[in-house]
């Protein structure tokens, strides 16, 4: 395995290597199941996309590809997208096998995996759990998964899991992310994609992005956007809203119903809209890199929003057992652990009320308190965290070591 010079040149750190496919493991099976939304097939996309920039031969065997016409509509060189089917006659395992958040690959497969296992061949089989913070994640990392009963009686399944530390397996952050972003004018991307902020806006307009689950308190939070201070006497936008599609963009579109509002880019007040179509994964990094503010949703665009490194708000996947409350406390704890108190503290108290935790009567004081402390310490606080996780190896380097050191046995 090789560490290519890495093609990111933020001034202020230099990041870990990128490590580059090695010639005996350059073919790589990649299962997914899309269970809903977008994530599932985002997370493998991405990776499927960074492995095979990095040299492998990389097969996505999906059971529901239809996302990526907008996600990735022109596909990538090295990565081929199977359907969620038995091998063919000809399709022998790869040399790394990765099934995405437990999904099981098809029963022929695996048989097909004992039987490369018998001639000596035996792939290595790993699962890719859910990006969390939480502190199972350090403990779980790297275990194995022996086999006892079904298709693949007799084989190691290894449970690899993505993290914030350096004893999980990292972020996502393909060769020259940071770079580009860098590089990148916002302006270009609003432009092709039809966002014009107008000439008359405030001096302190603000574009922000909008990609959520159903939103108890959007409705509110719309309102205090409308009706911000100051806004009916000089009668200026001071927020543009970029709306995703789905859930967000039905809630908004309810709201303006409320609010008497039409047209294809709607006026409320302070509050500009624009609903946005399903753009592909790099034009929605773009937007991330453009807005002022992020409110992003899954651990997909949480990781892309973290890269873009502007003021981001998270709603997690909600589970009735209410487990995300433990995984937003963990995630709140290791990116706020060095966070003056002047910036934690709203925005701890905002990411709890944003997730269905917390009075909603106080969002009011809370976003009032939130906007200014995230004008005047975001910056520093983000370029700090920023460093400490580039600075770390990014998965797929992880994955790409991880996996040599297994195959030569180099883990015991
Ligand atoms: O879509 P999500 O809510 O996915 C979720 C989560 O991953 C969740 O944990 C999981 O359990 C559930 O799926 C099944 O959010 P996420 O993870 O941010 O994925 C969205 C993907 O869609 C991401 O790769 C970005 C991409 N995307 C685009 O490429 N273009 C777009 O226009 C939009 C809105 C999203």
């Known amino acids: 395995m090789s560490a290519d010079t890495n093609a990111d040149t933020p001034s202020a750190f230099s990041l870990s290597p990128v490590l580059t496919v090695p010639s005996a493991l350059q073919r790589w099976d990649v299962f997914c199941r899309v269970i809903d939304n977008h994530g599932d097939l985002g997370v493998c996309w991405r990776l499927a996309r960074d492995l095979a920039g990095r040299g492998a031969q990389v097969r996505l065997w999906v059971d529901d590809a239809s996302a ?3 996600m990735a509509p022109d596909g990538a060189p090295g990565v081929r997208v199977l359907p969620w089917r038995d091998p063919l006659a000809d399709e022998v395992p790869a040399d790394v096998v990765i099934e995405a958040f437990g999904c099981d690959p098809p029963a022929a497969y695996v048989s097909r995996m004992v039987s490369a296992a018998e001639t000596g061949t035996a792939p290595l089989w790993i699962n890719l759990e859910y990006l969390s913070a939480e502190p199972h994640v350090e403990r779980l990392h790297g275990l194995a998964s022996p086999q006892w ?40 991307t609003l432009t092709r994609l039809g966002i014009h902020l107008g000439a008359d806006d405030h001096p302190d307009h603000a574009l922000m992005l909008l990609f959520g689950y159903t ?11 409308a009706d911000a201070p100051h806004a009916r006497g000089d009668r200026r936008v001071r927020t543009t809203l970029l709306v995703t599609p ?25 509050l500009r809209l624009h609903f946005l179509p399903h753009v592909t994964q790099v034009e929605f990094d773009r937007l991330l890199w453009a807005s002022d503010l992020n409110l992003v949703r899954g651990e997909d665009s949480l990781v892309r929003a973290l890269w873009a490194g502007q003021p981001l708000l998270w709603q997690l996947y909600p589970q009735d057992d209410g487990v995300h409350a433990d995984k937003l406390s963990a995630f709140l704890d290791v990116a706020l652990d060095r966070a003056p108190p002047a910036l934690a503290a709203p925005l701890r108290a905002m990411a709890r009320l944003w997730n269905g935790a917390g009075d909603p009567a106080d969002l009011p004081r809370t976003w009032a308190a939130l906007w200014p402390a995230l004008q005047q310490a975001w910056g520093a606080d983000t ?30």
């Not at 789905?246 to 302070?270: C, D, E, K, Y």
């Not at 370029?383 to 015991?412: F, N, T």
């Open 68 to 70: 990526l016409a907008w």
């Open 149 to 188: 009963s079904g298709p693949g009686r007799g084989l190691t399944k290894w449970f690899f899991y993505p993290g914030f530390t350096a004893a999980t397996g990292g972020l996502l952050r393909e060769p020259g992310l940071l770079a580009r972003r860098d590089a990148h004018h916002p302006a270009t």
């Open 215 to 225: 939103q108890p308190l959007l409705a509110a939070w719309l309102d205090l956007l």
């Open 246 to 270: 789905g859930f967000s963009a039905q809630q908004v579109r309810a709201w303006l119903h409320q609010r008497g509002a039409t047209g294809p880019g709607p006026v409320v007040g302070a």
């Open 383 to 412: 370029a700090r965290r920023q460093r400490r996780w580039a600075e770390q190896p990014d998965l797929v380097s992880s994955l790409l070591a991880w996996a040599e050191a297994r195959q030569s046995g180099g883990l015991g």
